[in-house]
């Protein structure tokens, strides 16, 4: 049974406004205007609404301000804190999604036209990120297969490639980032079928921020964060496996697969534990991120040590 | 006799070791205030790491400053930042340990041994830990100066294996550890020309310098006896 979401309060709501400026201001160099942009943006954030969807952990989510201030988005700087503080530049409408290759029908989406294909969907997933920390998100969207459907893919379709946004107006250099852009990832064709994989527009009740991926995303909550790219500009359905970002800066440490897996260890740290933000102690890493019942057939018979 | 510059004050050291002190200090007090971010450990393991490279590259930056701006007292700070480097160094080993590793003593050994940016951290840790003891002037006598100097250029390595360990934990922007990689480079640069200087020039004058051998100038051991080598 789906539940249409109420008017509860929005998470952002639920952190005490003194703490989140408090945090805001440690976060920012220029302290009171970095406060101010911050609190501005936070409150200016649509709603967004969502029936429950199913595949949602019982977890207690991440606090909004961590997940809102913790990431990794490299076009807007390396550091933890740098997306939260840049990503304001990035203007999210107009926004349209190029969707071709291996298609019978190709088209330029309008991201509005996108979001009316399906009910929209709350679903509270695990997010496990490769530098073994992992957050609980209530995202907002609906299955990619959704799109992909839609669009009809040939034969020839086994692979789909997707691509970030990239600026080099307001976006950092490649030279600086020390990956290449624009950013781009992949996922084989049953994989962004699978009924998990979800195009995302959205986390705690409202539209995603920015520096989350605004505003539209995939969540591939099976494969360490990094698969899931975000502030998607095309979509292209492919023959062959096509190269993605991490792969390509450093082949030996990010494999095409990179799932979730804590038997085999990044070759500069262990796999086998993880912090989950706002917890003290190390939890055990989960195979496939917990979703091994779901996901594990689609590897049936690979060896996951070769194909990390 | 001319009047003592305020570096030369004994009261001098006092502000200096609060100074020095402000970078543990202010993490303290933004654990109780809840301002260390998403993740803490992380942002107080990358903190004390900073802080560890940064009093190292102050505390080999001391020999050099004292010849740049003819101010030879300087050499009264070197043990006390020298300290501090070790401080700093134990605090984000204690990171490691403790908020990381919850002292599970096999998983640690195993990362020592397997992970070489563990082992490089671990190296420039172990490195400085028999400088911070023989730090005392009883050590230095004990040792004898030339011993001494010779335990204590222990830092060169400790530095190196410190920028190495940061340049290979990194993932991709490597902008930070390159430039602490330049400054210790830097250092090092100046001490070699220095000595290769030093060589082509041979003193006659022994009286000069506290030790005839080459390279001793760097590592005068207390203040009291550095004085004299220094100014030029």
């Known amino acids: 049974m789906l539940i249409k979401r109420g008017d509860d309060i929005r998470y952002s709501e639920v952190t005490p406004q003194k703490a989140y400026l408090n945090r805001r201001r440690f976060l920012s160099t220029v302290p009171l205007a970095?406060?101010?942009?911050?609190?501005?943006?936070?409150?200016?954030?649509?709603?967004?609404?969502?029936?429950?969807?199913?595949?949602?952990?019982?977890?207690?989510?991440?606090?909004?301000?961590?997940?809102?201030?913790?990431?990794?988005f490299y076009?807007?700087?390396?550091?933890?804190?740098?997306?939260?503080?840049?990503?304001?530049?990035?203007?999210?409408?107009?926004?349209?999604?190029?969707?071709e290759g291996a298609v019978?029908?190709?088209?330029?989406?309008?991201?509005?036209?996108?979001?009316?294909?399906?009910?929209?969907?709350?679903?509270?997933?695990?997010?496990?990120?490769?530098?073994?920390?992992?957050?609980?998100v209530p995202w907002i969207g609906f299955p990619l297969n959704v799109l992909i459907k839609a669009v009809e893919p040939t034969a020839k379709a086994k692979f789909v490639a997707f691509q970030s946004l990239y600026d080099s107006k307001y976006m950092l250099s490649a030279r600086f980032a020390g990956i290449e852009f624009p950013y781009v990832e992949g996922l084989r064709m049953d994989e962004a079928m699978h009924p998990l994989a979800l195009l995302c527009f959205g986390m705690y009740g409202q539209v995603l921020p920015n520096q989350?991926?605004?505003?539209?995303?995939?969540?591939?909550?099976?494969?360490?964060?990094?698969?899931?790219?975000?502030?998607?500009?095309?979509?292209k359905f492919v023959e062959k496996e096509p190269p993605t970002t991490w792969n390509l800066s450093n082949a030996h440490e990010y494999g095409f697969y990179s799932n979730v897996n804590p038997t085999v260890d990044h070759p500069r740290w262990s796999q086998a534990t993880e912090r989950r933000l706002g917890e003290f102690g190390k939890r055990k890493t989960l195979m496939f991120n917990g979703y091994g019942d779901q996901v594990a057939t689609l590897y049936a018979g690979m060896d996951l040590r070769k194909n990390y | 006799m001319q009047a003592k510059r305020p570096i030369s004050r004994r009261w001098m050291k006092i502000p200096l070791f609060v100074l020095c002190l402000s970078p543990a200090l202010l993490l303290v007090w933004e654990g109780f205030h809840?301002?260390?971010?998403?993740?803490?450990?992380?942002f107080i393991t990358h903190a004390t790491g900073d802080w560890t490279l940064r009093f190292l590259a102050i505390t080999l930056a001391v020999s050099p400053l004292r010849r740049l701006l003819g101010l030879p007292d300087l050499i009264r700070f070197r043990r006390m930042l020298g300290l501090f480097a070790f401080f700093y160094g134990s605090l984000h080993f204690m990171t490691y340990l403790w908020l990381d590793k919850f002292f599970d003593f096999h998983e640690i050994v195993k990362d020592v041994w397997k992970r070489p940016f563990i082992t490089a951290?671990?190296?420039?840790?172990?490195?400085?830990?028999?400088?911070?003891?023989?730090?005392?002037?009883?050590?230095?006598?004990?040792?004898g100066g030339r011993r001494w100097q010779m335990l204590h250029r222990l830092i060169y390595l400790s530095a190196c294996a410190g920028v190495v360990h940061y340049y290979w934990l990194v993932k991709s922007d490597i902008r930070k550890p390159v430039l602490y990689g330049a400054?210790?480079?830097?250092?090092?640069?100046?001490?070699?020309?220095?000595?290769?200087?030093?060589?082509?020039?041979?003193?006659?004058?022994?009286?000069?310098?506290?030790?005839?051998?080459?390279?001793?100038?760097?590592a005068a051991p207390i203040p009291k006896t550095s004085a004299p080598s220094s100014a030029r």
């Open chain 1, 104 to 136: 019978a029908k190709p088209k330029v989406f309008d991201l509005d036209a996108v979001m009316k294909m399906a009910p929209l969907e709350e679903r509270i997933y695990r997010h496990r990120c490769v530098e073994a920390w992992s957050i609980v």
């Open chain 2, 34 to 42: 809840d301002e260390l971010g998403a993740n803490p450990i992380e």
């Open chain 1, 75 to 99: 076009e807007f700087g390396t550091g933890k804190e740098d997306p939260s503080r840049n990503a304001g530049k990035l203007k999210t409408s107009p926004w349209s999604i190029h969707v």
């Open chain 1, 34 to 72: 970095g406060a101010a942009l911050l609190t501005n943006r936070a409150s200016a954030a649509a709603k967004l609404a969502a029936v429950k969807g199913p595949f949602s952990t019982g977890e207690k989510p991440t606090p909004f301000v961590d997940v809102a201030s913790y990431n990794n």
């Open chain 2, 121 to 143: 951290g671990f190296l420039a840790f172990v490195s400085m830990a028999p400088l911070a003891l023989t730090s005392t002037a009883g050590w230095i006598r004990r040792m």
């Open chain 2, 183 to 218: 400054i210790v480079a830097v250092l090092f640069a100046e001490r070699g020309v220095r000595r290769a200087m030093r060589r082509r020039t041979v003193r006659t004058d022994a009286g000069t310098w506290i030790s005839p051998a080459p390279g001793s100038a760097d």
């Open chain 1, 212 to 235: 989350d991926g605004a505003p539209v995303r995939i969540v591939v909550p099976w494969k360490y964060g990094f698969k899931s790219i975000k502030s998607i500009v095309k979509i």
